[in-house]
Structure formats: C-alpha cells, structure tokens
DNA sequence: GCCTCGATTGACACCGGTGTCGGACGGGAT
DNA sequence: ATCCCGTCCGACACCGGTGTCAATCGAGGC
C-alpha cells in the first residue's frame, strides 16, 4: 500500500458516496477557500449573496455536514450537552431526556447522560472533571443538583452555559426554568378542598427539597381558598419512596383523629400510602382519599388509580434544551411556563358523612 | 489584546491550574517530542522504560488528560458509545443505562443516548446518521432495535462497533449479550406447577419480539417438568402494555374453564391482569395467582406484591459496555451469562380446592 | 481619472492529537 | 575498524475545521 492515499485520486469515492466530503473538498468544487465555505457554515454575514448560493448549492449536493469533533477542536468545546441528574425516578428520567432531545433535534447537538450523588463529597469535581473531559458546551441540572449552589458556582466559574431546572427560580432567568411545583399544590388542595375535606394530611419529600416546600405551600393555599389550614400534627417527612409514604402514611392513620385525605408529595410515595390504608383496613377513596404528584405510569397501575397532579416533564426537557441551545446562537424564543394540572382518578372522593 | 496569546510566556497559567496541560506542554516539560508522549498514551511498546516512566511522572504532575477531540479527529472516530433503543419501559432504560456507565467507568468514554422507533421508515438511515453524526465508536442496542438484521447489517457496512442485547444469541458471541428469557419463564412456570397450578395461563408480548417466544417457550419447559402442558387456548398475545395486559386478562378470564394462574410477559401486563381480576371480582392470590416479569419497581407497589421474574438489566448493561469496550482495547475479560432469578412475593398461591 | 474606504475573500497558522518515515545510536558479526 | 541491523525517537505532514490579518475589488468623492 502506499505510503498516504493520494489526495486528487479520491474524488471517485466522495461521487460514490463511499467517503464522506470535507470542508476541503466543498471549497475546491465550488471554487472557494475553506475559510468561506466555513463562513457559510458559521452564517458569517459578511458574504456576498451569489457566493453563499453557489456554496450552499454544492453542499447540498454532496451531503456535506461539518465534522463536530475539528469544529470543536477548533472552537474548544464540544457540541454535547449534558444532562446531570440524581434524581432515581427512571421516569422522570426518561422523561426528561426525551423532552431534551426533543428540543435538540436537527441542532447537531448530542445528549450524554451523567447520572450523580448529591450527597458525594466529590460532586463538584466529579461534575468539572466530567464537563471537562469531553469540553461539554453545556448542561441541564434537575433537581435535586440542581439546586446545589457549590455546582452552580463551579459551572460560573469555568465557563460553562447551564440550564437549572427547578421548582422555583435559583438562578437568573437565562439559566433556569421553573417547574411552578405551588401550583401543582394549589390544585391538589383546591381539590380535596371542594370535595369537602377539613382534615387533610401531607407527606413531604425531603426537607433538602425545594419543591417540598414549593407542594406544601401551593397545598396550604389551596387549603386557604375555602378557609382551611395544613395542621401540623398532620404533616410528615417522607423522602419521595414508597417506604417513606408507607411510613408516613402510618402515622397519619394512627392519630386519634385521622385525616381523611392525604397529600402525597409525589406518585410513589401515594402508592406507600395506598398499602398502608388496605393494611390499616381502610378503603379508598370511600375511608381516604389520597393524591399524588407527577402522574407517572405508577399512579394508573395502582388501584384504585390516582388522583394526581400531571407534571409536564418533557415539556420542560424540551424547554430546558431550547434554552440551553439559544445561548449557542440557536434562536428559540424564550417561552412561557408550564404549569401542572390535575388528572382526578379514583382514588379521591368526598369524605363520609 | 494581542494577536495571539503568545505561547512561551503562558508557562505560569499551566502551573497556577488556569489552563489544561496539552500534549506539546508535556513534551517540552519532559524534553521529549510530542509523537514520544503520544506513545506512552497509547501504550506504544517500543519505549525505553525509563523513558517512559520519565514522561509518566510529568503527565502525572500536571494532571494531563489528551484532549478527546483531537485525539478522535486524528483517529477518525470519537470517544462516545451510543444507547439505542425502542424499549418504551423507563425503569428498563435507566437501569440500562446505569449498567453501561458501570462498565465505562474511567475508560474515557461517554455515554450518548438515542432512542428510535423500530417501526419507522427511516429507522436505517436515522441510526446511520446519528452514528456517522459524531463519528461514534460503537453502540449497544436493546430489544427489539437489537433483533433488526437490516440495523444490523448497517452497522457492519459502516464499520462501527456494536454489541447487541437479546433473549437469544442473534448475532457472534463478540456481538451480542444474551438475558436468558427461557430461563425466567422456566422459573415462573416451575414456581406455578409447584404451587399446583394445571390451568395456567399466558399473555404474551408482541409476536415480534423474540423474548415473547422465549418466555413462552421457557414457561412450557417449565410446565413440562411437571407433566403439564400450555393450552393454546390459554395464550392471549398482548403488547407488553399495561392495557394489553387488562384486555389479554379479560379474554383469559372470560372462558368457560379460566386459568387458575396467569403469567404475564412483563410486569405492566401484569399489573393489568390485576386490575382485570378485580374487575371480575376475583381476589389474587386466593382465586387466581398472577406471575410478571422484570421486577421494576411497580411489581412491588401494586396490591398485591407481585411475584416476578427478576432480569438483570443493569447486570447486562455493564457485561454489554464491557463487550464494547474490549474491542477498543480495553481489556475485559469475556463473562459468563447472568441468568434471570425469581422473586417470590404475594400474588401467587396454590390454587383453591 | 485617481484616491479612499468598506465589503469580500483568501493565505496561513493553529487547535491537540496521530501516522509515516528516516536518522541516531549501540551491539554483535566480520 | 567497518558493516549490518534492530531499537528508540523525532521531524513533518495531516485529521477537518476556525482565527487573524492582509489583499483584492468595486463604488463613491475629489
């Protein structure tokens, strides 16, 4: 063989379609350097419009795409985004990277998942080396990293674009998109409210949790519309697990004077709850109504199915993607929040009596 | 500013951590050139040993990684492995993807996620695209993705490495991961004609899917073991969806003489027959047991507790990301097949009488 | 008709690695 | 001492893009 393959000899393989054309091989058929056919690329506006035509055209007609791996050397980052999570719901999860590459197709961009340990005491340079290593152009935090303040400041600090998903807003506008989890907690209340219930219970996520606090909250305003307060004696913290609603749920059941509903901070921990009210002999929703947060599949398999608040997780994967790609010149417009809603199942009605 | 950073004088910003080591940085640290240092990178073995171990203790020193970029357009392939998939099923996916991310661990690699539809016009060509996009190294494919041939065989044109997960060997032992389906359905049907089950039943997944073959044939295996057989008229054929699961349950239960136990393909369908059951006013484990499949979360949060078949999801995720990255050079050694277990818990029982 | 100036475009170095090939060196055979 | 050969290493081009800066060009002002 010999020693390189020679240059001119392999214009047969790029007609073929056997070898993929390069930034050189564009300028030479249309007859350019390569610096303008990257002007074309980058959308330079200093070009004259017969000279992106003609460069376009050729192109087009040889399939031509940039390779992102000497564009990125070039340009000392990558075109990766990152999603770094810690949150272990596999359909949040999913959700989420679904809602991601929804807003990222057809921008070149690929999306590589670093699921992480809030708790670590390597968090921040496991999240650098990570950014580093592949020289990400950015990333989508969720909760709960993404309310980590000492994440937030690294991600300043070397220069990487971010997005922090959260329900309420931990950073400036560009850098965080908000999940109105209060509302999602007003409707719960307002709900359980109108069906007449005066003694509703909640089960919280973790208090390190914002939207714990975020649910709570909508919950006591929804409460407050029709005049009712959250008793204290009737709120516990659970840790978003179905063993922690099952707990939880315990607990509430066995005060003297019961709740006759309950606000589970999200699906999983309403399926704890549902075990524990058939063990406490208790039927749902005649005995308890109970209602969860997210409306993943669970709270459809469960019987009887839940009443919940529907997050739009994917909605805001998507939002959360698009916001991240305007900071590299992709122009989205900055759109408005979505806000949760309410799937009314089975599993509440109004209370006896 | 300056034209360009001038190069001599930026020695301080390397030693003060404000900037990255690079391969010329190491070289001229070790007085040696940068196709030297370049060899110790990639294992070269005709190094003289002090030589090496010379460059090791600077590269040491200074922390320096080689930039994945120009290491992958020099070597015309990227450091990335690609999840691509069609398996609706969040917890599958995550736990998929925690397994290969077990297995990549500090080999440099990244982890990019690509999910498709098998039943897509383009589904080819789009995988072709997202592989040739960032010049992948390889890709691991799930089912039903996994069992395409025509994938398959564009994977082999193009030259890109793959590693192929399935209930059965659909591809070289270096290609492929195989779960061992039979072998859990052999579990469940032994476990039901242990209890005393004769009238068993069976919903299957989609025909399409080899694994709907294979824990079928697996649950007939089992049977036999006992002397019993599967009634064709015992089989529904569902979508390994939780409504399929409802519909393949009311069929099964609707006939003259209904199944005293019912294995379902995954555990959505399982979590419909439950629901069915109680629709029909019968109580599991008492009037019909129920076996699923997978054990993901919701086989423990239905009522009751779901007996299933455990698969090791991220068990074959980290073998399938290991197979990979063994064609890389890494060197993995080759490990034995993880079979599915049973987990034994409350809807299932001996049949009455 | 000549000069100035902004708009276009190209030449060249560079991003940080790897492949090719040849040169320097040292030991054993002649 | 000379020759041969294998080992070890470096010079240089190259992967496919972008940044910098200078050159070219046509139009408008004198």
């Not at 074309?40 to 070009?47: D, E, F, K, M």
């Not at 307060?229 to 840790?239: C, D, I, N």
């Not at 606000?263 to 208790?282: I, K, P, Q, S, T």
């Amino acid at each position: 063989m010999s020693p390189r393959t020679p240059k001119p000899a392999d214009d047969a393989a790029l007609e073929g379609g056997r070898r993929r054309a390069t930034i050189n091989d564009i300028a030479r058929i249309a007859g350019v350097s390569k610096k303008t056919v990257s002007r074309v690329i980058n959308r330079s506006p200093s070009l004259r419009p017969e000279t992106r035509e003609k460069i376009e055209a050729v192109i087009a007609k040889y399939g031509y795409a940039p390779d992102p791996q000497a564009r990125g050397l070039a340009f000392r980052r990558s075109f990766l985004i990152g999603l770094i999570y810690d949150n272990p719901n596999p359909q949040y999860v999913v959700n989420m990277q679904l809602g991601l590459l929804d807003g990222m197709r057809g921008s070149g961009f690929e999306l590589v998942v670093h699921p992480c340990d809030r708790g670590s005491t390597t968090l921040v340079p496991d999240i650098r080396a990570f950014i580093e290593r592949q020289k990400l152009f950015g990333v989508v935090l969720t909760p709960s990293v993404s309310e980590d303040e000492g994440v937030a400041a690294m991600l300043r600090e070397i220069g990487c674009e971010y997005v922090r998903v959260a329900s309420v807003a931990v950073d400036e506008a560009s850098h965080s998109i908000v999940t109105q989890d209060r509302h999602g907690g007003l409707l719960a209340g307002r709900h359980l409210a109108e069906l007449g219930h005066k003694a509703v219970g909640f089960i919280s996520g973790p208090l390190t949790f914002r939207s714990s606090h975020e649910r709570r909250g909508g919950l006591e305003e929804g409460l407050a519309e029709h005049g009712l307060t959250l008793a204290a004696e009737y709120v516990a913290e659970g840790a978003y697990t179905f063993e922690s609603g099952l707990e939880g749920a315990a607990k509430l059941l066995g005060l003297p004077n019961r709740p006759t509903a309950i606000f589970a901070g999200n699906d999983e921990m309403a399926a704890g709850v549902l075990h524990a009210a058939r063990r406490a002999g208790l039927s749902v929703p005649e005995d308890l109504s109970v209602v969860g947060f997210d409306d993943f599949q669970i709270a459809s398999r469960v019987w009887p199915p839940l009443t919940t608040v529907r997050s739009p997780t994917r909605e805001i994967g998507r939002l959360a993607s698009e916001k991240l790609l305007s900071q590299a010149g992709e122009d989205k417009r900055d759109p408005a929040d979505r806000l949760p809603s309410l799937v009314a199942r089975e599993s509440t009605a109004a209370p006896r009596g």
